[in-house]
T-cell receptor
Framework: NAGVMQNPRHLVRRRGQEARLRCSPM?????VYWYRQLPEEGLKFMVY????????ESGMPKERFSAEFPKEGPSILRIQQVVRGDSAAYFC???????????????FGQGTRLTVV | GDSVTQMEGPVTLSEEAFLTINCTYT??????LFWYVQYPGEGLQLLLK?????DKGSNKGFEATYRKETTSFHLEKGSVQVSDSAVYFC??????????FGKGTKLSVKP
């Protein structure tokens, strides 16, 4: 059973371009989470998705950022018109189910390191 | 809202020293609690977890006990090794079904 797969591992974009980050969850996992990690900082929650639904996007910037998790295929985090401040590591995690009392942990991918030049 | 407060680092210890990293969680209920570890250039790996009060999670010599009264989940290890150098994150299950993370504590162990 392959782990959470993220690609690309490294992505360089010029200011104003679009960045597309992909995440394939572990087999059997229907919940996907995206986190952003700035250099020397912790993890900031961005968005939580189930298949075809956004459950919680409270951590996602209102503009330029979007996420989807279609019925078929990987979850995509899209950043339009990237700026230097978007440079960070973006981590995806998946789980069968999380929540209070569920006791089920999330499994993380290796991350995509986005550099905006 | 839900939040995790974690001891800030960096923490520098000599090999075989005792380690404690404090973590407390604020929530309306009693969520599952986790410790994750991140080695340089990698993603996060689950280190240990506890799903209810008084549960003790343990792995690789690390331990943490879920204290209901204080909603604390302090990470401890009796004798650290150089290979334990990493960033450690405390996390709790959020009310929305996501995971809430602390800011992370960087541990450096010197030989």
């Amino acid at each position: 059973n392959a782990g959470v797969m993220q690609n690309p591992r490294h992505l360089v974009r010029r200011r104003g371009q679009e960045a597309r980050l992909r995440c394939s969850p572990m087999k059997g996992h229907s919940h996907v989470y995206w986190y952003r990690q700035l250099p020397e900082e912790g993890l900031k929650f961005m968005v939580y998705l189930q298949k075809e639904n956004i459950i919680d996007e409270s951590g996602m910037p209102k503009e330029r950022f979007s996420a989807e998790f279609p019925k078929e295929g990987p979850s995509i985090l899209r950043i339009q018109q990237v700026v230097r401040g978007d440079s960070a590591a973006y981590f995806c995690a998946s789980s069968p189910r999380l929540g209070q009392g569920a006791g089920t942990e999330a499994f993380f991918g290796q991350g995509t390191r986005l550099t905006v030049v | 809202g839900d939040s995790v407060t974690q001891m800030e680092g960096p923490v520098t210890l000599s090999e075989e020293a005792f380690l404690t990293i404090n973590c407390t969680y604020t929530a309306t209920g009693y969520p599952s609690l986790f410790w994750y570890v991140q080695y340089p250039g990698e993603g996060l790996q689950l280190l240990l977890k506890a799903t209810k009060a008084d549960d003790k999670g343990s792995n690789k010599g690390f331990e943490a006990t879920y204290r209901k009264e204080t909603t604390s989940f302090h990470l401890e290890k009796g004798s650290v090794q150089v290979s334990d150098s990493a960033v450690y994150f405390c996390a709790g299950g959020g009310s929305q079904g996501n995971l809430i993370f602390g800011k992370g504590t960087k541990l450096s162990v010197k030989p």
